[in-house]
Every structure is written in C-alpha cells, then in structure tokens.
C-alpha cells in the first residue's frame, strides 16, 4: 500500500522560501509517477510539478523558475523546494503518486493520472 506524507507548510512573506517534504512509502522504486499539488480556497486542485521515474521533470507556468521537485531515494522523501514565493502561491499542497511501468518523457499535471495522495501542507504567502 501506498502511502505519503507531507511536512514542511508554514506561513512566510512575500520572497520568502520553504522546502516541502512528503514521505513515500510502498512504491517501486523505479516505476512511478510523483507530483505536488495545490488548491487555493474557492479555486480548482493545480498539478503543480511532477517527475518520472527515469528523472524527467514537468512544472505549472506558474511555478517555473521558482520551484524545483527533486527526490532523494536513500530517504524515500519527495521534495518541493519553493523559492520567490508570491501571495498567489497561498494554498494546501498535496503529495500524488502513481505507480507506473511507463515512460514519461513529460510527467502528466493532471490529477486524474495519480491514484495515491497524501492529506497535504498548508503554504501560507503573505504580501
């Protein structure tokens, strides 16, 4: 069974940087799709950057340039550093997974593709 947890959420300002932290449990260590999510009160869940198994990376417009997904194998930890943080990235971010034997040379965004998700983080930006 697939587990994930998230760590990490606080509340910062404007320019500010935080590094999110979702524990992967139950998955195969090759074979697999992770991604972060987000959703702001009132608004639709955001995929907002994901990776494949074989290293390639996808990211939300939005978010290019500032965040970075990265994943360190030795802690099964999933990270999202987040960096130049604007109000707008306010929102509860969630860890996804998927186990998956495909290649992505472009690992999907949107949520209907992730089948496990952690219970989220609280990012809070303020101006």
């Known amino acids: 069974e697939v587990q994930l947890v998230e760590s990490g959420g606080d509340s910062v300002q404007a320019g500010g940087s935080l590094r999110l932290s979702c524990v992967v449990s139950?998955?195969?260590?090759?074979?697999?799709?992770l991604a972060w999510f987000r959703r702001a009160p009132g608004k639709e869940r955001e995929g907002v950057a994901a990776?494949?198994?074989?290293?390639?990376?996808n990211y939300a417009n939005s978010v290019k340039g500032r965040f970075t997904i990265s994943i360190d194998f030795v802690k099964n930890t999933l990270y999202l550093q987040m960096n130049a943080l604007k109000p707008e990235d306010t929102a509860m971010y969630y860890c996804?997974?998927?186990?998956?034997?495909?290649?992505?040379?472009?690992?999907?965004?949107?949520?209907?593709?992730?089948?496990?998700w952690g219970l989220g983080t609280q990012v809070t930006v303020s101006s």
């Open positions: 990776v494949g198994g074989v290293g390639s990376t």
């Open positions: 996804a997974a998927k186990e998956s034997y495909a290649y992505y040379a472009v690992p999907p965004l949107g949520a209907d593709e992730y089948t496990n």
């Open positions: 139950g998955l195969s260590y090759s074979h697999f799709l």
